[in-house]
C-alpha cells in the first residue's frame, strides 16, 4: 500500500515526532536545513506554523507541511487537532506507521476525539483486526451520534453532518454485513447516501448488503446506481457482473468483466464462479475458454478444469450406477 516516500523525509519526521511525544519543545527561533538541505527559520508563534504549515500542504508540499505542523506542536503539545493534520498528511503519504503515531499520541491526550477514533478503527480493519477494528468504529460512531442528538431523543440514527466521521460510519457497516447485521449496516449506509461525495462506494456497499441475503434484484439495482453515480467504479462492475453471472446472464457479465481486465481473465472468472456455485458444465466452457485465449492460463485453469471435469466424470458415474 505504501507509495514512494523520501527515505530522508521519514527519518526526520520521525525524529522529530519522537522528540515530541517525549516532551522535547523550543520557543526560540532558530536556523535548521529542512529535507531538501536548504535552511528554514522556525517561526516562534503556533498559529504562523500552522500558517506556513496550510500554504506547503496547499502546494503539496507535504513534507514541509509536516515539518511546520511540528514545530506548531511543539509550542503546544497538546493540541490533538494538529495531531490529526499530521496522521492524515501521513496516510495521504501512504505512510500508516507514523500516521498512527499520530492519532494514537491524539487519543492519548484527548480518549474521546471522533477523528482519531475513526482513522484508527479504519487502520485496524485495513490490518485485518477485526474485533478492534469494531470496538473503535463503534466508538467513533457513537460519540458522533451523541454530538448530533444534543437535542434529540438517542433511539435511532440521527441524519450526519460535514463533520460526522463518513469513513468510520462505512467501515462499521461493512463490519456488520460481514457479522449478518444487514439491516443496521443498511440503515447506516442509507445515512450515507444524502451526505457522501463517494456515492459509488456506498452503493455499491449497499448492493453487496442484498447480495449477502440473496436478494440479487435489490443489489443489481444498487450496483447500477454506483455506475450511474461513477461509471468507471469498479468494483461495481466486478460485482454487477458476478450478479448477471448467478442469474445466468452469461454475455452481460462478459461484456463487464472485459471492462476491468483481459478477456482471458474475464472468462477465467466466470468459470471460476460457476465452479463454485456447482455449475459444472458452464464452468467448463469459460475455463477452456481462457485457456485457449491466453497460454498463461494454461497452469491455473489446467487445475480448475481437471476440477470440473472430475465433478462431471463422478456425475456421470453416479447416473449410470444401477
Known sequence: MMKYVNKKHLVIVGLLLSMIITGCASTETESVSDTEGAQVNIAQSKEKNITLAKA???SNNLDKAIYYYIQALELDKDDVEILCKIGQIQINLDNPEL???A?????????DH???LAQMGIYYLENKQAEQAKKTLAQAVKLDQKRLHINVSFERFIALDNQSPLLAYNALAVLSDLESSHDYAREIFELLIPISENLALIYTNMGYSYYLTSNYSLAESYYKKALDANSTFKRAKLNLGLIHVRTGQYNQALQLLKQVMT???AYN????????DGRYQEAEYFLQSAIDLSPSYSKKGNINLENVQLYLQKTKNSSASP
Open 263 to 265: 478477456t482471458a481473465e
Open 103 to 111: 492519532f494514537q499520541q491524539a487519543l492519548t491526550i484527548k480518549p
Open 56 to 58: 506547503e500542504e496547499a
Open 114 to 116: 471522533i477523528p482519531a
Open 269 to 276: 472468472d466466470i468459470g471460476y464462479f460457476l465452479l463454485l
Open 99 to 101: 500516521a498512527t503515531r
